[in-house]
C-alpha cells in the first residue's frame, strides 16, 4: 500500500505501449562485448551554468553531441500534441448523479456505485457529457463479476466533481487485487488485420517509416508498431539474463497514427518521431488498428483506497495468498487502456477517516496504449 504522496507521482507506473526502457545509444550492433547502455551516462556531467550537456541553450530537436547522443523531443505530448488547448466542461447540460434518476449516496454510507455508472452509461448513448459528482463522498466497489468499480466506455464521456478535497471518490472494498476503482477504454487495441513489415532498419528517432506495402492503410489510422524479443535486442540493453523469458515474444513498441502515405515509395508518416532504434533483426511490424475512444475526462475530485486491514507489507508478500500484500497487488485507482486526446486535471489522493497510514492500496494511475493524455494536478 502507499503511504501520502501526491497523485502525480503515485502516477509514474508507466505502460505507454512501450515495453522496454529507452536509451540514447543507437549504434549498438550485434557484436557489441558491453551493452550500450552502460556507455549511455558517461562524460555526461552538467555544464558550467548546470544544464545537461544534451540541452545547451541553443538546444534544437534532433541535436547531438560528438558521440552522437541526443535527449528525445516531447514536444509532442499532452492532449492533442500541445496545439490545442483542453475543452472546458459545459455547465449547463451536466447529469448529476444525485438527482433522478441515478440518485446517488453522497454520503459515503451506501454503495453509489450503479448509480454513478448509469449516469456515466447515459452520458455515453448521448455521444457524450458530463457527469457531475456534487460535494459529498460517493462510495463505489467492484460489483459481481467485474475487475473495476466505475468504467468508461465510450468517447467525450467527462466525470466531474465539485473539485479536489471537496468531491471524494472512495473504494470500499479492501481485496483489490488485480482491479481498478475507474476504468477507461475497452480492453487493449484491437488489430484489423491489416498490417506490413518495416522494410528497412532505422536507428534514429523518425516519423518516416519504410515499409514493404502500403495498401490498406490510410492518412487518420492508429497503428500499433511491435517487435520480437531477440537475443540481439536483449544484449543491446544488458538485459540478456534478467529478461530471458522473453526472448521470441512479439510486444508492443510504440502506437502512433498516420498523416502521411507514399504508395510510391512505400512510406508511412506517422504523427509524433519513433523514440527507439527499429531494426529488422527484431521482425518490426506496424498493424492497423480500430480507433480509440477519445476526449474523455477526469475532473476535480479526490480519490482513495479503504487500508486493507490485514499484515503482511514485505517485499514478497504480494505472492502470499491471504496477506495485504496478496490483496492490495496491482490495485489501481485509474486505469486508462487504449486512449488518446484525453485529459486528467485537479485530481488528487487522500487519506479516508478510517485509514490509519495509506491513500491507495498500489497504484495511482496506469497507463496502457494511451496517446497524448495530458495530466494537470
Do not use: C
Amino acid at each position: 500500500m502507499r503511504r501520502k504522496w501526491p497523485f502525480l507521482l503515485l502516477a509514474f507506473t508507466l505502460s505507454v505501449g512501450l515495453s522496454v526502457p529507452g536509451t540514447q545509444e543507437v549504434r549498438a550492433s550485434e557484436g557489441d562485448s558491453r551493452p550500450s547502455i552502460d556507455r549511455v551516462g558517461k562524460n555526461l556531467s552538467l555544464g558550467s551554468d548546470g544544464r545537461s550537456r544534451l540541452y545547451p541553450n541553443n538546444w534544437y530537436p534532433g541535436f547531438k553531441d560528438e558521440q552522437g547522443r541526443f535527449l528525445h523531443d516531447f514536444s509532442y505530448a499532452g492532449y492533442r500534441r500541445g496545439e490545442t488547448q483542453l475543452p472546458k466542461t459545459a455547465k449547463n447540460k451536466r447529469i448529476d448523479v444525485t438527482k433522478s434518476p441515478y440518485f446517488a449516496d453522497s454520503s459515503g454510507n451506501r454503495d453509489a456505485t450503479q448509480a454513478i455508472q448509469k449516469a456515466i452509461d447515459a452520458a455515453a448513448s448521448l455521444g457524450g457529457g458530463v457527469v457531475y459528482l456534487p460535494k459529498g463522498t460517493y462510495q463505489v466497489n467492484p460489483q459481481d463479476g467485474k475487475d473495476y468499480s466505475l468504467h468508461i466506455p465510450a468517447s467525450r464521456v467527462v466525470l466531474k466533481g465539485d473539485g479536489m478535497n471537496k468531491t471524494h471518490i472512495y473504494n470500499a472494498q479492501q481485496n483489490m487485487k488485480n482491479k481498478d476503482i475507474i476504468r477507461i477504454g475497452n480492453g487493449d487495441w484491437k488489430k484489423t488485420g491489416i498490417s506490413t513489415k518495416l522494410r528497412k532498419s532505422v536507428t534514429d528517432p523518425t516519423v518516416l517509416l519504410p515499409v514493404e506495402d502500403t495498401s490498406g492503410f490510410a492518412v487518420n489510422d492508429y497503428v500499433v508498431i511491435s517487435f520480437e524479443t531477440t537475443s540481439g535486442f536483449l544484449r543491446e540493453l544488458g538485459m540478456q539474463n534478467k529478461w530471458s523469458s522473453r526472448l521470441g515474444k512479439v510486444e508492443p513498441l510504440f502506437y502512433r497514427q498516420i498523416v502521411g502515405i507514399d504508395p510510391e515509395n512505400q512510406t508511412i508518416t506517422l504523427d509524433i518521431p519513433t523514440r527507439y532504434p527499429m531494426k529488422l533483426r527484431d521482425d518490426i511490424t506496424i498493424s492497423q488498428t480500430a480507433d480509440p475512444i477519445v476526449e474523455v475526462g477526469l475532473e476535480d475530485f479526490s480519490i482513495a483506497n479503504i487500508q486493507n486491514a490485514k499484515s503482511g507489507l514485505g517485499e514478497d508478500d504480494f505472492k502470499v495468498v491471504g496477506t495485504a500484500g496478496y490483496e492490495a497487488d496491482n490495485a489501481k485507482a485509474v486505469n486508462v487502456i487504449a486512449v488518446a486526446n484525453s485529459w486528467i486535471r485537479n485530481i488528487n489522493t487522500y487519506k479516508p477517516a478510517g485509514n490509519a497510514d495509506y491513500h491507495l492500496l498500489s497504484k495511482g494511475l496506469f497507463w496502457i496504449v494511451r496517446r497524448t493524455l495530458l495530466w494537470i494536478m
